[in-house]
Nanobody
Framework: VQLQASGGGLVQAGGSLRLSCAALGRTFSYYRVGWFRQAPGKEREFVAAISWSGHTTYYADSVKGRFTVSRDSSKKTVYLQMNSLGPEDTAVYYC????????????????????WGQGTQVTVSS
């Protein structure tokens, strides 16, 4: 599955953005999808994940209550709604697919995922 993340940009602190992760070609309707981010000089970190059905989600503590992940299987797209953004959220955001089908929703290691999209830059100014 080839993924394409989009929707990033420059926003002021306290603002919102919605990222999209589109599956190009094959569907990813049967797979868990995760969002990660990577700031300059830092390791890639888990942000959120959504089950194949969309009924179960899991978030990093740093974004819980501010970010919401959802999916529209008919559009082969997963979204990340980001509210109350702060400078600490500045990073390149990536989406990826967990092809294992049997990992728990809380599996959050980058190595649990594959088919990484190219990433979209989110910059939050203070």
């Amino acid at each position: 599955v080839q993924l394409q993340a989009s929707g990033g940009g420059l926003v002021q602190a306290g603002g919102s953005l919605r990222l999209s992760c589109a599956a190009l070609g094959r569907t990813f309707s049967y797979y868990r999808v995760g969002w990660f981010r990577q700031a300059p000089g830092k390791e890639r970190e888990f942000v959120a994940a959504i089950s194949w059905s969309g009924h179960t989600t899991y978030y990093a503590d740093s974004v819980k209550g501010r970010f919401t992940v959802s999916r529209d299987s008919s559009k082969k797209t997963v979204y990340l709604q980001m509210n109350s953004l702060g400078p600490e959220d500045t990073a390149v955001y990536y989406c990826a697919v967990d092809g294992s089908l049997n990992r728990p929703i809380s599996s959050s290691r980058p190595s649990d995922f594959g088919s990484w999209g190219q990433g979209t830059q989110v910059t939050v100014s203070s």
